[in-house]
């Protein structure tokens, strides 16, 4: 199967970069090279560093960007991005613009044998770097509390005790292995009114996929990385798909853009806290015909943050 996937809020994103044909860019999360691509084109003598952790994804922008110069793809998570960035000679704040795609690809919820899916029957697995425990290895192996924690946290799962007690019962018996096997019994845990509000192992494959892939502990300790590492002048991008994911990017950005945090009956300002970024315009969501175009794309969220001369 062939790794597709289609890039949300396209067009956005590239105008979002305000790119220079002689600057450096960085795509976190190059998938099938969409969004790249779309960069790569924007360039002259510039360069893009298209990062993926999925290695069937680094197969394809190898394939897809083999014969240009201008694009060098490496296969590591964008939580490394200082050591990625430090091996080409790209060092301190050089870069003039990153994009992050925080959306799972088309291709992996599609491929039934990746385990993302609940629509599919495939083994219970959901790593996007195809290394490192497995959703079947937290299913099976976690205990009672932290299999709630984590859909409570992950997931917002207001029936989280009912599946996790099933959950249980069920691996008492024998492992839980598949995709389907989870579906059914998060299905069963569900009152039968509740289940006409969309597929119930939504917030469940949800939430062990953040787990899975530390996505939400990655993200955090990525967006200061990504931030420091631009040039003034620079644009962070950054595309979430649920409220975990845009708090966190809000809260940084916000953090970003503040000032003086002293106390208002102080006569001067004594911490020194300028801003070092602003927000150039407001979040973007994707238009009608998008969403007609690919429903996945209903949650999607661009932020932008601009670095300033502090």
């Known amino acids: 199967m062939e790794f597709k996937h289609i890039s949300v809020l396209y067009n956005e994103s590239l105008n979002a970069l305000n790119i220079d044909p002689e600057g450096i860019y960085v795509d976190c999360t190059a998938g099938g090279g969409g969004h790249s691509a779309g960069i790569a084109e924007r360039l002259t003598t ?13 197969e394809t922008l190898n394939k897809r960007f083999e014969n240009n110069d201008k694009v060098t793809v490496v296969h590591s998570n964008f939580a490394d991005l200082d050591a990625v960035l430090d091996s080409m000679d790209i060092h301190g704040s050089s870069v003039d613009g990153i994009l992050a795609d925080l ?21 219970l697995d959901m790593r996007m770097s195809s290394e490192g425990m497995s959703a079947a290895d937290i299913v099976n192996t976690y205990s009672q509390e932290e299999l709630k924690d984590i859909l409570y946290k992950y997931g917002d799962e207001k029936f989280a005790p009912a599946i996790v007690r099933n959950i249980l019962r069920a691996r008492e018996k024998k492992p839980i292995e598949t995709t389907l ?37 990655k993200l955090e300790k990525s967006l200061d990385i990504m931030f420091d590492r631009l040039s003034i002048g620079g ?25 003086c945090i002293c106390p208002p009956d102080f006569p001067v300002c004594v911490c020194g806290r ?31 943050i601009e670095k300033i001369n502090p």
């Open 235 to 259: 644009r962070l991008a950054i595309i979430t798909f649920h409220s975990l994911e845009d708090r966190a990017v809000k809260t940084h950005f916000k953090k970003y853009c503040e000032g």
């Open 274 to 304: 300028v801003p070092r970024g602003k927000i150039p315009f407001k979040p973007v969501l994707p238009g009608h015909e998008e969403i007609e175009n690919n429903p996945r794309s209903r949650s999607a969220k661009l932020r932008v």
């Open 46 to 58: 510039g360069r893009l560093i298209a990062i993926d952790q999925d290695p069937e994804a680094v």
């Open 103 to 123: 959306g799972v690809s088309s291709y992996q919820l599609d491929n039934g044998s990746r385990g993302f899916s609940f629509h599919q029957d495939a083994p």
């Open 181 to 217: 096997e989870l579906a059914e019994i998060v299905s069963s845990s569900y009152p039968a009114k509740a289940r006409r509000d969309g597929h119930p192992a939504r917030k469940t494959f949800q939430a062990l996929r953040i787990e899975v892939n530390g996505e939400i502990e």
